[in-house]
């Protein structure tokens, strides 16, 4: 099925852990994102890339590592889990920057 | 840093009443856009406003990009239940390339 697609939706984990948050688009889109949501402060980016292999730092990068090897793959890892980590976290896709983005489901994260 | 603002952080209010809801900025943005997330999914697009003074309709909803380019209004005519949701602006500063930021939302419920 054409869209975006987040996994898992739900992870619990405990703070010091490596956890991978997987995001998959099937629309060819350049640009892909990273956001966390947070009651208060809503949508903050955390990395976004403009292609393959270009990544650049959002508002809130620290403790967050990106890669894009391919167009459709956008994966966040979070290398030693903190509890501020906590958090629900949105994928989006759009052909160019400005354009419409096409968020996924969001994956629940809770850090203990 | 540019930002968003959004107000009221929350709206309640019956069905068939009227309501604004406002976002505002310090700095001039390319373009403004619209969302709507209801609860446990990713925000979706409703409009996209580029031109200073512009009015864009989509229904019962109205859509305002001030003259200067620093801030937007939404206004829901006869607002129903399925309008409940929260309501995102988000905006690409003119000075701030590659960067979209978000407001923190509104969170507008309407009771039946």
């Known amino acids: 099925d054409a869209g975006i697609t987040q996994s898992p939706r739900y992870k619990i984990t405990e703070t010091g852990r490596q956890v991978t948050l997987m995001c998959h688009q099937t629309w060819s889109h350049s640009y892909m994102f990273w956001y966390r949501q947070d009651l208060g402060h809503g949508l903050r980016l955390i990395y976004y890339s403009a292609a393959a292999d270009i990544t650049d730092k959002g508002e809130v990068p620290d403790g967050y590592v990106v890669s894009r090897s391919k167009t459709e793959n956008f994966p966040l890892t979070l290398e030693s889990a903190t509890r501020s980590q906590t958090s629900v976290y949105f994928c989006?896709?759009?052909?160019?920057?400005?354009?419409?983005?096409?968020f996924g489901p969001g994956t629940r994260l809770t850090v203990l | 840093t540019q930002l968003l603002e959004q107000s009221p952080q929350f709206l309640s209010i019956q069905e068939g009443e009227n309501l604004t809801v406002y976002c505002n900025s310090s700095?001039?943005?390319?373009?403004l856009q619209w969302y709507r997330q209801e609860p446990g999914e990713g925000p979706v697009l409703l409009v996209t406003v580029v031109t200073g003074g512009e009015v864009k309709k989509l229904k019962r909803l109205t859509f305002q990009f001030g003259d200067a380019r620093k801030d937007s209004s939404l206004h829901i005519t006869a607002a129903q239940p399925g309008d409940t949701g929260l309501y995102l602006c988000?905006?690409?500063?003119?000075?701030?390339?590659?960067?979209?930021?978000f407001g923190p939302g509104t969170s507008l419920s309407v009771i039946p």
């Open positions: 988000a905006g690409e500063a003119e000075t701030s390339y590659d960067k979209v930021i």
């Open positions: 989006a896709s759009s052909e160019f920057l400005g354009y419409e983005q096409f």
């Open positions: 700095s001039v943005f390319s373009s």
